[in-house]
C-alpha cells in the first residue's frame, strides 16, 4: 500500500513539475511574440520615415564656380602610322541542337474544395492564429485593439475556443468595432475561416 501511495506521490510531482515547464514555454513564447510584435512595428515606423526621406524636396547646392587657368602644352606631331589590311573573318558553323522532347505529363485530377466558403474566404484553419499574417497581426492590434497585445492574444484564444460563427459574432460584438472599416471586414473573414 505504501508503495502505491509513494507512486501517486511521485506521480503528482512529475504532473507539477511537467505543469511548470508548461507555463513557463507559454510565458516565453508570449514574450517572443510580444518582441516580434514590437520588431514589426518598428519597421513599419521605419519605413514611414524612409518614405518621409524620399518624399522630401531635395536641397539644390551650388557648387563655387573656380576659374582656371588654361596652360597650353606644347603639341607634339606623331608620325603616321602604317596600317595593315585586315584579313576576312570566315563564317561560323552553326550547330543546330537536337530537339528533346519531353513526356507529356499525367494529369491529376482536380481536388474538391472542402467547403463551400472555401472559394470566398479562403482555407479553412483549426486556429485562428494560422490565418492572421505578421503584417495583419499588426494591422489588427493597431486598428481593432488600440495596441493591446495582451488583449489580443486574449481575445484571439477566447474566439478559438468557441464551437461556431455565430457565438464569436456575438464575442465580438461587446467591441464595438466600426463594421464599414476594412480592417473589420478582413477580421470577419479571418473569422470564416475558423468556423467555416
Do not use: C
Request: charge should be negative; glycine fraction near 2%; avoid cysteine.
Amino acid at each position: 500500500m505504501n508503495e502505491v501511495i509513494k507512486y501517486f506521490e511521485s506521480l503528482e510531482a512529475r504532473i507539477s513539475k511537467l505543469e511548470q515547464a508548461q507555463a513557463a514555454t507559454a510565458e516565453k513564447l508570449q514574450a517572443n511574440e510580444a518582441k516580434l510584435i514590437a520588431i514589426g512595428e518598428h519597421i513599419v515606423n521605419m519605413m514611414a520615415i524612409l518614405k518621409e526621406v524620399q518624399n522630401a524636396p531635395k536641397a539644390v547646392v551650388k557648387e563655387p564656380v573656380v576659374e582656371q587657368k588654361v596652360v597650353e602644352e606644347p603639341k607634339v606631331v606623331e608620325e603616321p602610322k602604317v596600317v595593315e589590311p585586315e584579313k576576312p573573318v570566315e563564317p561560323e558553323k552553326v550547330v543546330e541542337p537536337e530537339k528533346v522532347v519531353e513526356p507529356e505529363k499525367p494529369v491529376e485530377p482536380v481536388q474538391e474544395v472542402a467547403s463551400p466558403n472555401a472559394a470566398l474566404y479562403g482555407k479553412a484553419v483549426d486556429d485562428i492564429r494560422q490565418a492572421i499574417s505578421l503584417g495583419d497581426r499588426f494591422l489588427y492590434q493597431r486598428e481593432l485593439f488600440n495596441q493591446q497585445a495582451e488583449l489580443m492574444q486574449l481575445t484571439l484564444t477566447e474566439l478559438n475556443a468557441l464551437g461556431s460563427f455565430d457565438e464569436a459574432m456575438n464575442y465580438i460584438s461587446r467591441f464595438n468595432w466600426d463594421t464599414e472599416s476594412s480592417t473589420y471586414q478582413q477580421f470577419i473573414i479571418t473569422l470564416h475561416r475558423r468556423f467555416g
